[in-house]
């Protein structure tokens, strides 16, 4: 069955060959002859300019580099740039842990009043005796 399909296919290259005349036409340079060349041609020219985008952003990398080299150079600087990031949010989340445990260990603890739970006219005041005195902390 395949070897049919093949056959039938060169038959009718042969027939559109005979009938059409292809004529080949050298392009000069920088010009495509074709969409196919086109298309790449456009794709290499956003690839290259991504590059030199990237050149600008990763310090160390020069024009003059190779592409493989600059990819290189690229990949190392983005590998320390992600190193930096989870140090530093390491860092971040020890600071944060410290200053919640001096929060806690530098806050007196105070009980509430009964009347301020209850919603008295004694909000934020303790009862010593006779004496009513302010406490320092309204709640």
Same mark, same amino acid.
């Given at each position: 069955?395949?070897?049919?399909?093949?056959?039938?296919?060169?038959?009718?290259?042969?027939?559109?060959?005979?009938?059409?005349?292809?004529?080949?036409?050298?392009?000069?340079?920088?010009?495509?002859?074709?969409?196919? $060349?086109?298309?790449?041609? !456009?794709?290499? &020219?956003? *690839?290259?300019?991504?590059?030199?985008? /990237? @050149?600008?952003? %990763?310090?160390?990398?020069?024009? $003059?580099?190779?592409?493989? !080299?600059?990819? &290189?150079? *690229?990949?190392?600087?983005?590998?320390? /740039? @992600?190193?930096? %990031?989870?140090?530093?949010?390491?860092?971040?989340?020890?600071?944060?842990?410290?200053?919640?445990?001096?929060?806690?260990?530098?806050?007196?603890?105070?009980?509430?009043?009964?009347?301020?739970?209850?919603?008295?006219?004694?909000?934020?005041?303790?009862?010593?005796?006779?004496?009513?005195?302010?406490?320092?902390?309204?709640?």
């Amino acid at each position: 069955v395949d070897e049919k399909r093949c056959s039938s296919v060169r038959r009718s290259r042969k027939k559109a060959s005979d009938n059409d005349e292809v004529v080949h036409v050298r392009a000069r340079k920088g010009q495509a002859t074709d969409s196919h $060349s086109a298309a790449e041609r !456009v794709r290499r &020219e956003k *690839i290259n300019k991504k590059l030199r985008c /990237l @050149q600008e952003l %990763v310090p160390g990398c020069h024009k $003059s580099m190779g592409m493989a !080299v600059m990819l &290189e150079e *690229i990949i190392n600087y983005v590998c320390s /740039l @992600q190193n930096q %990031v989870e140090f530093l949010s390491m860092e971040l989340a020890a600071a944060a842990a410290a200053a919640n445990s001096v929060n806690l260990e530098t806050q007196p603890s105070r009980s509430i009043p009964r009347a301020s739970l209850q919603g008295g006219n004694l909000a934020g005041r303790e009862n010593y005796g006779d004496a009513t005195a302010s406490t320092a902390w309204s709640i």
